[in-house]
């Protein structure tokens, strides 16, 4: 069966500082990965989606990044971290059509 | 732009009864999903339900079933027999475009109360 991982489950970081938050899909080939983020109380926005190694998509223009080096690894980024990237942090795979996306545990980010 | 309104921030019932959370949407997109996911307090989202939008009959899973009404453009999840640990926020999501991204509502979050 596939499994989703993301970590860390929690993170405090000073503002300025770089930003590496990991998820890796198991269990299957090719999926389409995505990165949320949501606000206290709020709903999911979506941030990038990648359809394939290397090929990524952003959603909204911000102070991340993401990349995925390889099938199954889908990496968010960050040169300087602002007091703005607090939230929390939610990777999802699916098979692409009308498929149900599977999230990860996610990550909160803390931004002092 | 598709869109997804839900008008419950909040909503409670008693233990055993149903509750109708409440979904519209907005897309001129002719195929499209609709989903419903769970969100317990430790975060996770849990994929409850999904209904296509050429699907002729209404989905259920279990406990859960969505009352799909196509013109009206809404998509309201029926929970029955409501248990202690459906106590989460719930939220509403349309599937969009060709890559499969959701877009989510602002959710409703519901107690359960014994």
């Known amino acids: 069966s596939q499994t989703i991982h993301q970590w860390p489950a929690t993170l405090v970081q000073p503002v300025g500082s770089p930003l590496s938050l990991e998820c890796t899909v198991e269990?299957?080939?090719?999926?389409?990965l995505y990165w949320y983020r949501q606000a206290a109380g709020r709903g999911l926005q979506l941030l990038f989606y990648?359809?394939?190694?290397?090929?990524i998509s952003s959603e909204v223009p911000q102070n991340l990044s993401a990349s995925r080096p390889q099938d199954r690894q889908f990496i968010l980024s960050s040169k300087k971290l602002l007091l703005s990237d607090s939230g929390f942090y939610l990777c999802?795979?699916?098979?692409?059509?009308?498929?149900?996306?599977?999230f990860g545990d996610g990550t909160r980010l803390s931004i002092l | 732009a598709q869109k997804i309104t839900q008008t419950q921030p909040g909503m409670f019932v008693q233990e055993k009864e149903a509750v109708t959370l409440d979904c519209t949407y907005d897309?001129?997109?002719?195929?499209?999903?609709l989903f419903w996911y769970k969100q317990p307090s430790s975060g996770e989202m849990i994929f409850l339900i999904y209904?296509?939008?050429?699907?002729?009959q209404n989905a259920t899973e279990g406990r859960y079933s969505l009352n799909f009404q196509k013109a009206r453009k809404s998509a309201n999840l029926v929970i029955s027999a409501s248990q202690l640990g459906d106590s989460a926020m719930y939220f509403c999501?349309?599937?969009?475009?060709?890559?499969?991204?959701?877009?989510f509502g602002a959710g409703t979050r519901l107690a359960v109360h014994p």
């Open positions: 999501a349309i599937s969009s475009g060709g890559y499969n991204k959701l877009i």
């Open positions: 999802a795979w699916t098979m692409g059509g009308h498929q149900p996306q599977h």
């Open positions: 269990g299957t080939s090719n999926p389409n």
């Open positions: 209904q296509g939008s050429y699907d002729q």
């Open positions: 990648s359809v394939g190694i290397g090929q």
């Open positions: 897309t001129s997109d002719p195929s499209y999903g």
